[in-house]
């Protein structure tokens, strides 16, 4: 269940997505009982499978692509930056989520046998300290040579794009960022490059104190958030390769959901009219993203479909997605449903006071 | 509670090491029921805290060493191996466990902030990735100085030692040793190298299915064998300089337990008398290594108290200590009886029929 506290809904899901959701349904009930008639067509597309890859979007949007057809669409996410300030986002990265998997002895050894038993553990880091270095670039064979350098007018973008630093790092307690990069370094990297993120790794004794074991499995959980034009396929494909090619044909690579990238112009109608409407919800102008750096289903439905994607949200910069104590500001719920009556009054062509 | 089936007994620590301490308090009542008085003075020293580093043995030796002078030790340890002949080891290798300890985020974030927020796991894998090459080469600055080349006389032992590599590979359900090592080399590796080995490490989401989470911290669980000269504090100094040497400041070394090595020769008295009773108990020579691969706190008693150590027991080569279905043949039990009332025979000078 939900908890209130202190101005803020915490619970699973509240700003991923559910807060969205449910204040876009309730921005169409508030433009009709205040204004009145809907001044344009909605199609509402809401789906439950989208942490783990959406497996079966791309065939309902083959079979009803036709129902599906839009001038715009609004993403589910949309958050507030560190500083407070509105943001809209016009694509996602994709993703391609993998299990590695090394398998040593039958079972579990004593740890002297150390010197002449394989170590799936051992197998494993190394394997993976080929992936990326220390320096954080993907060193897998190909991999970067698939990631499209940024535009020129990219680059003005992100130039111009508030990005508040000192915020980040207060937010999740650190004290730099990765390379301690900052300003268009720090935004390229977050916005236009891929990534390649142990999101968890197990082998052996875990538990407390010590145990001295030779452990006979070792697994990690990689992802890979992925720019153009990189696909899921791509980098499992240049993966194993990279792998085989070092040796490493006793790491299994098993893959697990994927995504293509998805980006649209951030001057599209759907954008421009999002832009307006924030302005007006918020009393100042909101930050325009080039794109979330997470992942979706995007491509599965706007690629397809050809429409433009326009993303705005009830979320924060600490609302800790997927995370414990995952929140959003009841203000911004509120907030929300008014941008989002304000963007289908501005995206029919009404002028906004 | 222990399980017997099939001619063997089941049970955590029956091999390593009730069995053993058992049986030979048997055959000591066994030597009394059936020749007589005991030919020698038996002094027995059992304690419980071997497997967590023996943390207050040293203390007891200072103190008692006077009730605790020998002229020999039957450690407490003993196999089979794998060809099912009886062993007797005259030393054991040191050991020295550390957690290394890695710390990110203040808490789990997103993983699609990876581009720019620190990954402890990735960080852990990349410091652990500088401690021991694919080669299975311990690359530590300075670790492998410490390590004292074989001698001539331990070339000859090993050269001529029985060692069933096929039936190792069997045991552990593998096709190949680390480096696909094989004979001399083997042989030299496993009683007279160091190790460095990844007895369990975590981070992240290790459950089923995925998850896309940056974790907020990481940690590996590493044991060191260790052969003259190399000692836990000076494991863990050079650790330490390696790391800080390479950047990885944020990799915290936790140290655990930990005991130097301690090596006898393999002709004293009691490896001698070792080597007489367990020919006569099992009607065929035994083998004698120069020293078990394990570790125990032997240097804390025996290099303290100047006393040649043999070991020998009633474990086979597949007894899987410390893990699931650790097991001894009960007529290995019986034998170890049987060669431990041979061995007071023989020790005090007296010929074994």
């Known amino acids: 269940e939900p908890t209130e506290r202190g101005g803020y809904l915490f619970g699973r899901g509240v700003s991923d997505n559910k807060g969205n959701l449910l204040a876009r349904l309730q921005a169409i009930e508030a433009y ?3 204004i009145g008639e809907l ?5 509402v597309l809401y789906e439950g499978e989208e942490e783990s890859g959406s497996a079966h979007l791309a065939a309902f949007v083959a079979r009803h692509g036709e129902r599906l057809r839009a001038d715009g669409c609004v993403w589910e996410a949309g958050y507030k930056d560190a500083a407070g300030r509105a943001t809209i986002s016009c694509g ?4 391609a989520y993998v299990d590695l998997q090394v398998r040593g002895a039958k079972k579990d050894a004593h740890s002297s046998l150390a010197t002449i038993v394989p170590n799936p553990a051992w197998r494993l880091v190394w394997a993976l300290a080929t992936l990326k270095n220390a320096a954080d670039e993907i060193t897998i064979d190909g991999f970067m040579d698939l990631v499209r350098p940024p535009t020129a007018a990219e680059r003005a973008v992100l130039e111009d794009l508030a990005f508040d630093e000192q915020g980040m790092l207060r937010i999740h307690g650190i004290t730099r960022f990765v390379r301690d990069l900052h300003g268009y370094e720090l935004k390229k990297k977050h916005f236009l490059e891929p990534t390649c993120t142990i999101c968890g790794i197990v082998s052996g004794y875990t538990g ?3 145990k001295t074991v030779l452990p006979a499995v070792a697994s990690a959980k990689i992802d890979f958030r992925l720019v153009p034009d990189l696909t899921p396929d791509k980098v499992v494909s240049l993966l194993r390769a990279h792998l085989d090619r070092r040796g490493f044909d ?3 690579v098993v893959p ?4 293509s990238p998805s980006r649209w112009p951030i001057d599209s109608v759907a954008a421009t009219a999002a832009v307006a409407a924030c302005r007006s919800a918020y009393g100042s102008a909101p930050v325009v993203y080039p794109l979330l750096a997470g992942s ?3 491509a599965q ?3 397809t479909l050809n429409i433009p994607v326009a993303g705005f949200g009830s979320g924060n910069a600490a609302s800790a997605n997927h995370a414990p104590n995952e929140n959003i500001a009841i203000s911004d719920y509120v907030d929300h449903i008014r941008a989002f009556g304000r963007f289908l009054h501005a995206f029919s062509g009404r002028v906004l006071d």
């Open 208 to 210: 407390a104190g010590s």
């Open 250 to 252: 006793d790491v299994e």
């Open 256 to 259: 697990g959901h994927g995504e």
């Open 296 to 298: 979706g289903p995007m």
């Open 301 to 303: 439905v706007c690629d």
């Open 92 to 95: 996602l990265k994709g993703i």
């Open 32 to 34: 009709r009982a205040t």
């Open 39 to 43: 001044p344009l067509r909605i199609r």
